[in-house]
């Protein structure tokens, strides 16, 4: 037996305009336009920018929700922005949000089995009439540490009137031992599947446009039980022209510190691999003073 939720939803945030053009510019870019960022009040991640807003975000979501296990097997939702005044903050080569009315978010998932998802959303512009930005992914996941994910993005030029991308997006996280039929044991999220095994853990994004990989984060994991040693080899667009790309190594010694040649391979692993699960959560105990003042 399925239950039916509706969840309405309205944003309201009002950021005044205060002039930020004098302060210098590290690591802040512009937020994507999706479910999680049409309900926050700043459109820059970092710390470099605060947009000055005047926004009311609003929006639904319907859930089916399964009456006996609890379990989400679908989700459906719309959201759409309404802006009351221009944007004045922005970044360098950008141009000011002016539209009333925002582009309109239509999202979709089904947990088909305990295994097997599917999700997908659209960024559906009224000027033009029709989808700017279409993602479309699936996901099999069938325990924990053993998860492939597969995607296809599209986004349409507003400007020039034609695609200016379509990529497909492969992430996943395995154990290697599984080839040669050492399954290990399901210990649970954040604490492996036993000594002695090996992980291989990536993404790839290919741009079919342009017929290359853009980005590309591959690794190996080894879990020693008491230590866990990781490779990871990234390479990361940062323009049209340019890319990054960096070897990284770590030593972890489980319950006391890391070890790392360079920056932290587990860092970038959990910002690029969709679903990636830590061989051991961290967990850190609650401070007897989280209320002093």
């Known amino acids: 037996q399925l239950q039916q939720t509706f969840e309405p939803r309205a944003f309201y945030t009002y950021t005044p305009y205060r002039d930020q053009s004098f302060l ?44 006996t296990t609890g379990a989400e097997k ?23 949000a002016t539209s009333r009315l925002s582009d309109v978010l239509l999202g979709a998932a089904i947990n088909w089995t305990d295994a097997w998802s599917t999700e997908g959303t659209t960024q559906y512009n009224r000027d033009l009439n029709r989808s700017v930005r279409t993602t479309f992914g699936a996901r099999y996941s069938p325990s924990s540490y053993r998860t492939v994910n597969v995607a296809y993005r599209t986004q349409y030029d507003t400007v020039a009137r034609t695609d200016a991308s379509k990529l497909v997006d ?91 040649l360079g920056a932290d391979p587990q860092r970038s692993l959990k910002q690029n691999v969709p679903r990636y699960q830590y061989l051991r959560e961290s967990v850190t105990p609650p401070s007897r003073f989280t209320n002093y003042d």
Do not use: M
């Open 24 to 67: 210098p510019l590290y690591d802040t870019a512009r937020n994507d336009f999706n479910f999680a960022s049409i309900y926050s009040e700043n459109d820059y991640n970092g710390q470099d920018r605060i947009a000055d807003n005047h926004l009311l975000t609003l929006g639904a979501t319907t859930r089916l929700i399964d009456g």
């Open 74 to 96: 679908a989700r459906f939702g719309i959201a759409q922005r309404v802006r009351f005044s221009d944007q004045k903050v922005i970044l360098p080569g950008e141009v000011p």
């Open 170 to 260: 492969v992430g996943w996280q395995w154990p290697i031992n599984d080839l040669w039929g050492d399954k290990g044991r399901d210990l649970g999220a954040g604490r492996g599947q036993g000594g002695g095994r090996w992980y291989t853990v990536g993404r790839l994004n290919y741009s079919l446009k342009d017929r290359k990989l853009v980005d590309t984060v591959v690794g190996l994991e080894y879990d020693g039980c008491c230590w866990i040693g990781r490779v990871v080899l990234e390479r990361l667009q940062s323009s049209i022209t340019q890319s990054n790309t960096r070897l990284l190594f770590q030593i972890e010694f489980v319950g006391f510190s890391r070890l790392s």
